[in-house]
């Protein structure tokens, strides 16, 4: 019995990494192909953003003496919350930060720690907890990944239950950046 994780490439998730891969090829511009993926838990959603991960691995580039990350994953914090979401990222980027950083400090530093290190795709995982918040805070947490997208031209994809799907359409703008991809219940035939 193997009990390593192994991927199973059922028609709808390769169907996903195709579309993910080629996106993360597409070139920088003003407004990227940013994507929602979506569909139940237990669907295989992380393993889709684990094969990227693999496909697209880190290196070290010596002459500057920095690891590059072509794809990043970070995890919408429990309740949307800009602080939160900040240092979750610097925290996944192995980057120092204060308690007692200011929003703005802790948001500079984590976009352009994403530029410096070459990341082409940004995984936001469990999107949905942003339904966690007040009415205000959705608004503000929809605005953090439109912000995010525009910000970095690179491609992003935010990752959640059908809740992910339903949030993101209150705000037409967020909406129309993000095109979704259900990952559907799947039967063995």
């Not at 072509?70 to 919408?76: E, F, G, H, L, N």
């Not at 720690?113 to 082409?120: E, P, R, S, V």
């Not at 491609?155 to 959640?160: D, M, N, R």
């Amino acid at each position: 019995l193997v009990q390593t994780a192994r991927w199973v490439g059922f028609n709808r998730a390769q169907l996903a990494v195709d579309e993910l891969e080629r996106r993360y090829h597409y070139p920088s511009c003003a407004r990227m192909p940013c994507m929602l993926l979506y569909g139940d838990s237990g669907m295989g959603k992380t393993m889709i953003l684990e094969k990227m991960e693999r496909q697209h691995p880190n290196s070290y580039e010596e002459r500057r003496g920095i690891t590059l990350r072509p794809v990043v994953t970070v995890q919408m914090p429990p309740s949307p919350d800009e602080r939160r979401f900040y240092t979750r990222m610097l925290e996944v980027l192995g980057a120092p930060y204060s308690i007692r950083d200011q929003i703005g400090a802790l948001e500079g530093r984590a976009l352009d720690l994403l530029k410096k290190i070459g990341t082409k795709l940004l995984f936001i995982d469990e999107v949905h907890h942003l339904l966690a918040g007040s009415q205000r805070e959705q608004r503000r947490a929809l605005n953090l990944l439109k912000f995010v997208a525009n910000e970095l031209k690179i491609v992003v994809v935010v990752v959640g239950t059908q809740d992910a799907f339903h949030a993101l359409q209150t705000d037409t703008q967020v909406a129309s950046r993000f095109e979704p991809l259900l990952i559907p219940r799947w039967t063995a035939t």
